[in-house]
């Protein structure tokens, strides 16, 4: 099972800033947060991870809780060309179990 | 640079025939992930591979599926005696390390009719 919980649907409008929450209340010490993102019909494609200091880069910023059991991701002007689907994965830094475990992820839909 | 090929994009088989799908990684990638995806729903793993080694096989279905790779490049999905429940598109992925970020190819869509 997923070990994170996110929205099944969110929508937004184009230009404006793209929140997408996720609970992930067991994480580990050592368990890194990945955001990925699946546009129809195209393979995966990484976004952002972090630990537990906030991230930034070209694509969005990812702000961690101080207990890092919630991570939201901010796409802070979106586009139409954002409408995927967003996945949330933890996993750890380096341990024997290489298998990124997926969930259903939020289907973000930028509308215009 | 280039990014991760997978080939064919497309391929429509009968039940009962094999069939053979090709990952070409990231140049200089050391980790290589092969994953299916039914439709609509999420991401399956299925096997790791850490150069030409693979430590983690405890994705594949059945013994039907089996995959090599050579070396740090090319790798591929054979899946024998196919049949209606292997359609999917099927995903692979590297990285520059075991635990890194992956990057995706654009995957096969493999039906079987």
């Known amino acids: 099972d997923a070990k994170t919980t996110q929205p099944p649907s969110m929508d937004c409008a184009e230009g404006r800033a793209a929140n997408l929450p996720c609970n992930h209340s067991?994480?580990?010490?050592?368990?890194?947060v990945y955001w990925y993102r699946q546009i129809h019909s195209q393979g995966p494609q990484y976004i952002i991870h972090?630990?537990?200091?906030?991230e930034t880069n070209e694509m969005a910023s990812l702000i961690i809780t101080e207990d890092r059991k919630s991570s939201t991701l901010i796409l802070p002007h979106a586009t139409l060309r954002d409408t995927a689907v967003y996945y949330c994965?933890?996993?750890?830094?380096?341990?024997?179990?290489?298998?990124?475990?997926w969930g259903a992820g939020t289907k973000l839909i930028i509308k215009p | 640079g280039a990014g991760v090929s997978q080939s064919p994009s497309n391929k429509v088989t009968e039940k009962g025939k094999d069939v053979e799908l090709r990952c070409d990684p990231i140049?200089?990638?050391?980790?290589l992930y092969w994953y299916r995806q039914r439709l609509g729903q999420g991401l399956e793993f299925l096997i790791y591979?850490?150069?030409?080694?693979?430590?983690?096989k405890s994705g594949l279905p059945s013994d039907r599926f089996s995959a090599e790779r050579t070396g740090e490049s090319v790798s591929t999905l054979t899946i024998q005696r196919t049949q209606q429940e292997d359609s999917a598109v099927y995903l692979c992925?590297?990285?520059?390390?075991?635990?890194?970020?992956?990057?995706f190819g654009p995957g096969t869509r493999l039906t079987v009719t």
């Open positions: 992925a590297s990285s520059p390390t075991p635990w890194g970020e992956q990057y």
């Open positions: 140049s200089g990638h050391t980790a």
């Open positions: 591979f850490q150069g030409n080694s693979a430590p983690d």
């Open positions: 067991t994480i580990s010490g050592n368990e890194y």
């Open positions: 972090g630990l537990k200091n906030n």
């Open positions: 994965i933890v996993r750890p830094s380096m341990d024997s179990n290489y298998q990124l475990i």
